[in-house]
């Protein structure tokens, strides 16, 4: 996660561009398939979970020369060196989602250089396979030589097609890490530029306000949006924007208290974080790690503050509640209670989410869970919450991430996190007719006061690599034509400033 504090203004500010609209294209894709005698020879193949599918699959790996042994979810086998492993418990274990937990196990099977990684999922109601494709675009990444795959397959269909289909993906050459079977026909997606089109173009008016975009939304002063991670990094940008183009009530959350009374004058002077913790320090503090938390909860309770500021200033109503969203009763009870007040509840912006970068070779399964389950299980709990209101939102999005769409080396949590959401997005608006998007996100210049994940440093490497950055207004007036006059029925988008 980036810094608590905000960057100095002059850290990147007006480095930014405006961005570029994405969206998953799918096309049929067919690809060179090796001969089974010639490629499976004398391999082993680890199977778990997929019930009658992996027993067919073994056997035709049998048929090859091969080996298909059958094993379990959590199965130390997987590091016992095969050279492949298949992971089809997606397709039989419908009520219990792979993620996070599954990642123990592939992280073992990879540490071991296998020749495949294949994992098998549905489009199903429960969302078993929720995040897997984020997972292996990034998989692909830290793992160029390896055959990297995530296979989305029709349920349906019998279990000895299923296991043909498999191990027709064991031996597709393909750098692909994410594939679709529908019927006969095998798919791949792109993503492609789609642009708005006219209305988007010459809807922000003049001035590029989003007035026109909120009223084609239906927002008005009386509109009440929950920003859940709205205090603080990008998301402020985008409160900015709502509040400016209707003046609509802003609820925001976040876990960051906001101190009663004002700061201490000795600490209140010093303006960013060297100065903090040089003043924490001189006030008595001696452990290096309690400074540096202190600073940081000083840092992140000023920004806080200067959003609130910042909105109110705006003309708007603007409330803050803390709130770990992964608490899922105080989450519940939260939405429950700001509906009842106001009688209403318009739009849910969920952007909170923190990142552990580190290689899966690296990465402690529990910064893992840490990682994917406070977007993951933070989404899930507000979509029920919201179930329990006595009237829909007009709108609920989802702040994901270029690196589910991509992968990202060193984010296999965060890009596996994000995808998730995009599918768990997906299927509430199916379910309850609301526009739902995902929006994933390539990196924001960091802003004056509001820099989110992308530090200074990192902005200085993202220019030294050639990725663009978004600018934080163009962003969030990006997000709001979105909102305002895209395709309803596209439930996932990406904004990027740059290829990545
Ligand atoms: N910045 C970018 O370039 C970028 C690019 C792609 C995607 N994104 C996405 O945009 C969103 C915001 O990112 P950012 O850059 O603004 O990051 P950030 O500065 O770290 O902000 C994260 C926000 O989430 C809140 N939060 C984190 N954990 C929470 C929890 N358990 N309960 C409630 N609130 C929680 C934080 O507030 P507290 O600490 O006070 O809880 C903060 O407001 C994230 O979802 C991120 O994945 C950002």
């Not at 590091?79 to 419908?94: A, I, K, S």
């Not at 101190?259 to 913790?277: I, N, R, T």
């Not at 009842?340 to 970068?357: F, M, P």
């Not at 006595?390 to 965060?414: E, L, M």
Request: net charge negative; with cysteine; proline share 6%.
């Amino acid at each position: 996660m980036a810094p608590a504090a905000p960057e100095p203004a002059d850290a990147g500010v007006g480095v930014g561009i405006a961005p570029k609209r994405l969206v998953a294209q799918e096309s049929v894709r067919t690809e060179p398939v090796g001969d089974p005698a010639t490629v499976l020879a004398g391999t082993r193949f680890l199977i778990t979970g997929g019930g009658a599918i992996a027993a067919y699959l073994a056997e035709l790996l049998g048929e090859y020369g091969a080996s298909g042994q059958l094993g379990v979810l959590d199965s130390q086998q997987a590091g016992e060196g095969f050279d492949g492993v298949l992971v089809l418990d997606g397709l039989t274990n419908l009520d219990e989602p792979l993620l996070p937990d599954v990642f123990p196990l592939l992280q073992r099977a990879l540490a071991t250089g296998p020749r495949w990684l294949l994992a098998a999922g549905a489009r199903d109601a429960a969302g078993a396979a929720d995040g897997m494709p984020g997972l292996f675009r990034t998989i692909a990444r830290e793992y160029p030589q390896l055959t990297a795959r995530f296979v989305e397959v029709d349920p349906a269909a019998a279990a000895d097609v299923l296991a043909r289909q498999l191990l027709n993906e064991v031996l597709t050459s393909s750098e692909a890490p994410v594939v679709y079977l529908r019927g006969d026909d095998r798919y791949v997606a792109d993503l492609v530029p789609v642009e708005l089109g006219a209305l988007a173009a010459g809807g922000a008016g003049p001035a590029g306000d989003g007035v026109a975009e909120a009223a084609a939304i239906g927002l008005e002063p009386d509109s009440v949006i929950v920003l859940i991670g709205g205090a603080r990094g990008i998301t402020p940008w985008f409160a900015r924007t709502l509040a400016s183009a209707s003046r609509c009530r802003i609820e925001l959350v976040g876990r960051t208290p906001l101190p009663q009374g004002p700061e201490d004058p000795a600490l209140a002077a010093a303006g960013d974080k060297q100065a903090l913790v040089a003043a924490l320090a001189r006030q008595g503090l001696r452990n290096p790690a309690e400074i540096d938390r202190t600073a940081q909860r000083i840092l992140a309770a000023r920004e806080v503050n200067a959003t609130i500021a910042e909105l109110t200033e705006l003309g708007g109503e603007v409330r803050y509640h803390t709130l770990d969203v992964r608490d899922t009763a105080a989450t519940r009870h939260l939405l429950g209670r700001i509906h009842a007040e106001h009688g209403r509840l318009d739009g849910l912006v969920y952007a909170a989410g923190i990142i552990e970068d580190k290689l899966i070779a690296e990465k402690d399964p529990a910064s893992f869970t840490r990682v994917f389950d406070t977007k993951v299980d933070g989404a899930r709990g507000l979509l029920t919450a919201l179930d329990e209101l006595p009237a829909k939102p007009r709108f609920v999005v989802f702040f994901g991430s270029i690196a589910a769409a991509y992968g990202n080396r060193g984010q296999s949590d965060y890009a596996a996190a994000n995808d998730a959401l995009d599918t768990i997005g997906t299927r509430y608006a199916a379910r309850t007719g609301v526009r739902t998007v995902t929006v994933h996100w390539g990196p924001w210049a960091p802003g004056a006061g509001h820099g989110g994940m992308v530090t200074a440093e990192l902005s200085r490497e993202y220019a030294r690599r050639g990725i663009g950055l978004i600018d934080p207004e163009e962003g969030a007036l990006a997000l709001l034509r979105e909102l305002a006059w895209a395709d309803a029925a596209v439930t996932s988008v990406v904004y990027t400033a740059s290829g990545w």
